[in-house]
């Protein structure tokens, strides 16, 4: 017999079907609820709100567990690269051999952007934040390849030169930001190694890949595929629900993601270690601020809306942190301050009352300033990491037969009808 949930208004019953996900989580379905009642809910922030169904990924907020593709990611940083786990992401399974080298290649073969886009990055003011470049140079790729006639071809080909050409843009916008000469992509190598050398090699001092440096890469990357309905993809989905071209969707998710409370925490937290830092490295005074109802200031890189407890790709981060540091001898004193500042948060019942966690950003800009990414780049190598996750999750929105034009309801609070005055008469 089918579940429902009771609501009663003004004496009068309504019943409305329970819905039960695959690992037993519950929501009502209110998609009736209007035309029955007359009634919206309200919801801040959709913080109740179940906007689809989705079998991309899962997330135990409780529990602290995070799997895709019902594979935990614990597993996927151990044993998967990026690439294969984009694979699984968006084909739902992993792949095997053959598949897996077809996927490389087209990504290979993909890889080069067109020169006239050269042009464009060479044209944005020298401080313009690398995340505002990529959004526009994403959104720029349709003009450059326009839509095909037979739309798997199109999808399959879009997905493709996405995961491809971004990341050539983002280690492109950093040599060209630099004056430096754009180094290629090369056939030999393979996608986060391909990365790396596209950054760091020059004519003058030719980059030697650390086989332990690439793996951190790709953890990083693996532990930002997906992470079901957050901000930047529940934009993708929005802006792809009135049926805009993919790209447009992206480059939504790439400004949804560029923010501090989001994405551009991981730039934040270093900033914010930089500060404690430069204030004597002592970490309480900026805790008691995060306290402080009457202070704007919250800690960078804590809390989560679904965590209410340790962030499983914190934990993860926290141990590449560690290998990455100690193999390329790196001394860095943000991690001495942001070990203190963790245990400092931990230990303080504020935190543990409204279950305050470090977050995947918490460590990550460590990792990433170890392997010499800089600073304004840091939510830009989110943004690649996030990519399958928004490619994904759009296709399975425009596949969903339920899928409908995204446009919420609201409470309006404004005046009520009055009259016009003319201006003489104000
Ligand atoms: N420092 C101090 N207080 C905090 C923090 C923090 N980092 N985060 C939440 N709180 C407090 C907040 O003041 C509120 O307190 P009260 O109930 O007493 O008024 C309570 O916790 C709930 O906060 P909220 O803002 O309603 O919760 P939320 O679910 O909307 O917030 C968040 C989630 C990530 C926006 C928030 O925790 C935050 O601002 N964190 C810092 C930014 C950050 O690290 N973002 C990266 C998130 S992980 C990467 C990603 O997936 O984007």
């Known amino acids: 017999m089918e579940q429902t949930a009771k609501l009663i208004v003004d004496g009068k019953t ?36 179940g906007s689809c169904k ?38 739902g399974n992993l792949p095997d051999r053959k598949q897996l080298t077809r996927f490389s290649v087209m990504l290979n073969d993909h890889s080069l952007v067109h020169e006239d886009m050269r042009e464009f990055f060479q044209h944005f003011p020298r401080r313009a934040h690398p995340m505002g470049i990529l959004s526009s140079m994403v959104n720029a790729l349709r003009f450059f390849y326009p839509e095909l006639p037979d739309q798997d071809e199109e999808i399959n080909i879009t997905t493709t030169r996405l995961l491809s050409k971004v990341r050539t843009m983002a280690a492109m916008s ?9 180094v290629y992509p090369r056939p030999d190598l393979l996608y986060a190694a391909n990365f790396l050398n596209m950054m760091f090699d020059s004519p003058v001092l ?25 901000s930047s993809t529940a934009a993708v989905r929005l802006v792809g629900s009135s049926r805009v071209n993919l790209y447009a969707a992206i480059s939504a998710g790439i400004n949804a993601l560029w923010g501090p409370l989001h994405g551009g925490a991981n730039q934040a937290v270093v900033e914010m270690l930089t500060r404690i830092q430069e204030s004597g490295g002592d970490p309480a ?29 914190a934990k993860i981060m926290k141990r590449v942190c560690d290998q990455v540091l100690a193999r390329l ?43 010499g990414i800089p600073l304004n780049m840091f939510t830009v190598m989110f943004a690649i990491g996030r990519l399958p996750g928004w490619i994904t999750q759009w296709k399975e929105s425009i596949d969903d037969p339920e899928g409908k034009l995204h446009r919420p309801r609201q409470v309006y609070t404004g005046e009520t009808k009055r009259d016009f005055v003319p201006l003489e008469e104000r």
């Open 329 to 371: 001898r790196v001394k860095d004193p943000l991690l001495d301050i942001a070990r203190r500042l963790e245990e400092t948060a931990l230990k303080d019942s504020y935190f543990i009352d409204h279950y305050l966690y470090p977050n995947v950003d918490f460590y990550s800009g460590i990792v990433l300033r170890a392997m």
């Open 174 to 182: 950093y040599k060209i930001s630099r004056g430096h000469r754009v």
């Open 54 to 91: 989705s079998s991309i990924t899962f997330m135990d907020g409780e529990k602290g567990i995070l799997r895709y593709r019902g594979i935990p990611v614990e597993q996927l940083a151990e044993h998967s690269t990026f690439v294969e786990t984009a694979y699984l992401l968006i084909n």
């Open 206 to 230: 030719p980059y030697r890949l650390d086989p332990e440096v690439v793996h951190a890469l790709n953890v990083f990357w693996i532990l930002h595929a997906d992470h079901e309905q957050n």
């Open 285 to 313: 005074p900026f805790v008691a601020r995060a306290k402080d109802k009457n202070d704007s200031f919250r800690l960078m890189g804590f809390g989560h809306r679904v965590y209410k407890t340790y962030d499983p790709r």
């Open 14 to 49: 309504y019943e409305f079907p329970l819905l039960k996900g695959s690992e037993g989580e519950q929501a009502i379905d209110i998609s009736l609820l209007r035309s029955r009642t007359g009634l919206v809910t309200y919801d801040p922030g959709y913080a109740n709100t």
